[in-house]
């Protein structure tokens, strides 16, 4: 059984800096690809970032191009997300999840194409 537990949300002023953490478990970590998605109250999930099996390709959303770093180690079963310039409109629940394809040459931005999520964990920022 695949586990995927996220940490480090939080609540932060605008402007300020958080990083999460999704640490997984239950099948070889660095064969998938790994996404970050988030969703904001009476509103849809959407995707935010991905980074490849190996970590050599990511994407980002428009919306956190620029602010937002994908990453992962394989060795410690984990993957990041390092947020700077928060923004209001960041706050969300933010979900960790794993590609459901093991190494995918292209990392994908949809839901469906994952199939392991975590419980999320909350950004609050204010303004």
């Known amino acids: 059984q695949v586990q995927l537990v996220e940490s480090g949300g939080g609540l932060v002023q605008a402007g300020g800096s958080l990083r999460l953490s999704c640490a997984a478990s239950g099948r070889t970590f660095s064969n998938y690809a790994m996404g970050w998605f988030r969703q904001a109250p009476g509103k849809e999930r959407e995707f935010v970032a991905a980074v490849s099996w190996n970590g050599r390709s990511t994407y980002y959303a428009d919306s956190v191009k620029g602010r937002f770093t994908i990453s992962r180690d394989n060795a410690k079963n984990t993957v990041y997300l390092q947020m700077h310039t928060l923004k209001p409109e960041d706050t969300a629940v933010y979900y960790c999840?794993?590609?459901?394809?093991?190494?995918?040459?292209?990392?994908?931005?949809?839901?469906?194409?994952?199939?392991?999520w975590g419980q999320g964990t909350q950004v609050t920022v204010s303004s």
């Open positions: 999840a794993a590609d459901r394809t093991p190494w995918r040459v292209v990392v994908t931005t949809t839901s469906p194409a994952y199939d392991y």
